[in-house]
């Protein structure tokens, strides 16, 4: 059986992209049947990746575009002939 | 942007056209600003580092080698210089991840309060990101993020990139990302955990 350590250090990252093979798989899984806690990690674990990704997707200010725009114009050359 | 419409366009910056970086800023501009804002985590930083990136891409593209890809060469550039930008200016504590990462026992379970241990806050209405108040939680929790994690995470879970070419990024192995990119993940759970989760029941 494996202990929680070994499935959130060794194998819950290969699991949730499903990468593991069937084996030990099979054997995360039902070590998260029977364990709470570390079925409350893998949840909180994939939803952490989502609210990362969904905090992270930012967009370049308009404003900013201009500015550099902008600079790039003035710090380099026109089309050349 | 298909290769051909690429290799066109570096073929212009080679003979001095810097009209190209146009079509370039269009195409890139919001990438690499996410990844410098992502690394360096503030407006001014990442706006200077875009800057660099396309005058290093206007004045370098000599050294471009055609068979990699425009992609992965500018994510490899503007990461390096985001790094560089808040090396020395750093005068924000950075706390090592070692002390973010979950702990365990000896016997394998995990070391800490019960209740802190079995919350599954992923359902929770308040980690939703509509709100204002999540959004600065989840934001601090990035902040609290040593830089080079950072990197690796914009990458991989804001980029999309595998872990292959997030790899050939940032010169490293395929396992030295892998190891990062869960280490990562793991402590900025943790701090999620720490801001979501149960607190201690208040007596009024």
């Known amino acids: 059986m494996l202990t929680c350590r070994d499935v959130i250090e060794d194998f819950l ?3 949730v992209e499903g990468t593991l093979s069937l084996g030990v798989r099979l054997k995360v899984k039902l070590h998260l049947r029977l364990c709470k806690a570390c079925m409350a990690y893998l949840r909180t674990y994939k939803r952490s990746r989502e609210l990362f990704g969904q905090a992270g997707r930012v967009e370049m200010p308009e404003e900013m575009k201009a500015i550099l725009r902008r600079y790039l114009h003035e710090h380099l050359p026109k089309q050349t002939p | ?16 056209d810097g009209t190209a970086l146009e079509t370039l800023m269009e195409q890139y501009g ?5 990844l410098a804002y992502g690394i360096t985590r503030n407006m001014a930083d990442a706006e200077e580092v875009v800057q ?3 005058l290093a891409l206007f004045r370098n593209i000599g050294t471009f080698e055609e068979r990699s890809s425009l992609g992965t060469w500018l994510y490899r550039v503007t990461t ?10 750093r005068t ?3 706390v090592s991840l070692e002390s973010m990462l979950p702990q365990f026992l000896p016997d394998g379970h995990r070391a800490g309060d019960q209740s802190l241990l079995i919350a599954d806050w992923s359902q929770n209405p308040e980690a939703d990101l509509r709100s204002q108040e999540t959004r600065a939680i989840v934001n601090r929790a990035i902040d609290a993020l040593p830089q080079q994690y950072r990197a690796v995470l914009v ?10 070419e997030v790899a050939e990024v940032l010169g490293e192995s395929v396992s030295a990302i892998k190891s990062r990119l869960h280490r ?21």
């Open chain 2, 30 to 34: 919001s990438k690499i600003y996410r």
């Open chain 2, 184 to 204: 990562g993940r793991m402590a900025f759970r943790e701090e999620l955990t720490r801001l979501f989760g149960p607190r201690p029941t208040q007596v009024i």
């Open chain 2, 1 to 16: 942007m298909d290769r051909e419409t690429e290799l066109a366009l570096i073929a212009r910056l080679r003979a001095g």
């Open chain 1, 13 to 15: 990252a290969d699991y």
């Open chain 2, 80 to 89: 390096n210089a985001a790094l560089m930008k808040r090396r020395g200016k």
């Open chain 2, 155 to 164: 990458l991989r879970d804001i980029e999309g990139l595998s872990n292959e």
């Open chain 2, 92 to 94: 924000e504590h950075e």
């Open chain 2, 52 to 54: 660099d990136v396309f």
